[in-house]
C-alpha cells in the first residue's frame, strides 16, 4: 500500500474527530510496516493557548469567546508540524482542518509540496442539532452554550466553502458520509467507500 491522504471535515460536532482516530487505528492495523501522521490542529491550538506570550494570550481570548482560529496560526501549526516531523512514506490525517477558503489552498500546496496524490476528503455531514448534543456529552472544556453556538455559526460561512474547495477539485477523491449514525456505522460507511 502506497502513503494515503486524508482530510476529515465538517461542522464541529459531527465526530470527524473520532472517525479519523478509528482510521489511523485502521491503517495501523492493515499497513503495519507505516507510521500514520496524525495532524489535529485543534488539540494543537489548545495545547498553544497555555502558553503566556502575547500571540497565545490572543489566541485563547478567541477561543474562550468560541472564535475560529486565525489562519495564519492553524498554517503556522501545520507547517511547524510537518516541516519537523513527517516522513516520506507515512500516511498522513488531518483532523479538523482546514476551516477556512484560504486554509484549503494552503493545505492543497502541502500536498504539491510532499507530491501526494489524490488525497481523500472525508466530510462527515451531520444537523446542527445532532452536532449540539454530540458537543453537550463530550464535556471539553470549550463545549458550553455560547461557544458552541458560536462554533455552529461559523461552519455556514467558513467551513462550507472550504469543503466546496474540494468537492468541486477533481485533484481529490470527495467522500459524503452521514454522520448522523452510530461511531460504528459511520466508520464502516468510510472504510466501504474508500475500499480498505
Known amino acids: 500500500m502506497l502513503p494515503q491522504n486524508f482530510i476529515f471535515i465538517g461542522r464541529s460536532g459531527c465526530g470527524k474527530g473520532t472517525q479519523a482516530k478509528l482510521l489511523k487505528e485502521h491503517l495501523s492495523k492493515i499497513d503495519p510496516q507505516r507510521q500514520v501522521f496524525y495532524l489535529q490542529t485543534g488539540a494543537e491550538f489548545r495545547k498553544f493557548i497555555q502558553g503566556g506570550n502575547y500571540t497565545q494570550k490572543l489566541s485563547r481570548k478567541i477561543l474562550d469567546r ?12 501545520w507547517s511547524r508540524a510537518l516541516a519537523e516531523n513527517f516522513k516520506e512514506d507515512e500516511h498522513l490525517i488531518v483532523d479538523g482542518s482546514p476551516r477556512k477558503f484560504h486554509e484549503a489552498g494552503v493545505l492543497d500546496s502541502i500536498f504539491d509540496f510532499y507530491k501526494r496524490e489524490k488525497p481523500y476528503l472525508v466530510s462527515i455531514v451531520a444537523s446542527e442539532g445532532w452536532a449540539i448534543e454530540r458537543l453537550r456529552g463530550r464535556g471539553r472544556f470549550d463545549d458550553n452554550s455560547d461557544d458552541i453556538k458560536a462554533r455552529l455559526s461559523w461552519y455556514e460561512t467558513d467551513v462550507l466553502p472550504a469543503i466546496n474547495f474540494y468537492r468541486n477539485n477533481p485533484r481529490y477523491v470527495f467522500l459524503e458520509i452521514n454522520g448522523e449514525q452510530t461511531i460504528e456505522k459511520v466508520h464502516r460507511d468510510i472504510l466501504e467507500k474508500l475500499s480498505f
Do not use: D, N, S
Request: net charge negative; aromatic share 16%.
Open 66 to 77: 468560541g472564535g475560529l482560529t486565525p489562519e495564519f496560526l492553524a498554517v503556522y501549526m
